[in-house]
């Protein structure tokens, strides 16, 4: 059982949704990044997710691309984004980290060693949005092996036919892209969502939770009505990107936690 499982356990037995929230690593620095991760738990994350930065984000719209490359011309690497885990675990072993990024570091990498280094850095998860299910021998099978989730994006144009496809080897949870398009384009609409939720739970076990499109206490409240939890992304890297003090940030995340745990 990884730490994503365990704590969706804890969280089902006390009745209680999820709070999800991303941040890029290194941004707007490496040491304010690990301040900012380090506060993230005690302001009421269950998962944080943590964003590998990459210089063509294709699914992630200005603010997180903006966040990217502040973290890459602060010198980000893998490395140090391993690095940084390291340093979070040294004081937190029990939070989930799911690692959200794109396929190009890891391959760079080389997939044997990327796991074997992001297992011994405290990573529970990963999550690759521009591998499809037709690459699962490239990553996504090695992964679980190696005892790491994999978790899969479900988007509003998976049909019915591709669905079972995309859950066949997804673990941790199902992560359901609220809108069609890129972070920060629109917001979620939990009238819309709430069907395409309950079409995916028919159809697995794990937990559905919701990203893109939430950005406000209320709107997290609304969407852990319908799912298992929300995920909130680009809203807190904006407050980063605007300098804010880390306490503000924390300050924020606290109260869009609350309206998840708030159902």
Known sequence: MTRIDAKFAALQAQGKKAFVAYVMAGDPDYYTSLEVIKGLPGAGVDVI???????????????IQAAGQRALDAGMTLDRTLELARSF???????????????????SCGVDAFLERAKAAGIDGLIVVDLPPEEDDELCLPAQAAGLNFIRLATPTTDDKRLPRVLQNTSGFVYYVSITGITGAAEAKAGDVGPEVARIKAATDLPVIV????????????????????VVGSAIVSQIGARKPVGEVLDFVKTLADGAHSV
């Open 89 to 107: 675990r040294e004081a937190d072993d029990t939070t989930p980290i799911v690692l959200m990024g794109y396929y190009n570091p890891i391959y």
């Open 49 to 63: 997710e943590l964003g590998l930065p990459f210089t063509d984000p294709m699914a992630d719209g200005p603010t």
């Open 211 to 230: 990203g893109f499109g939430i950005n406000t206490p209320e709107k997290s409240r609304a969407i852990a009505t319908i799912a298992d939890g929300a």
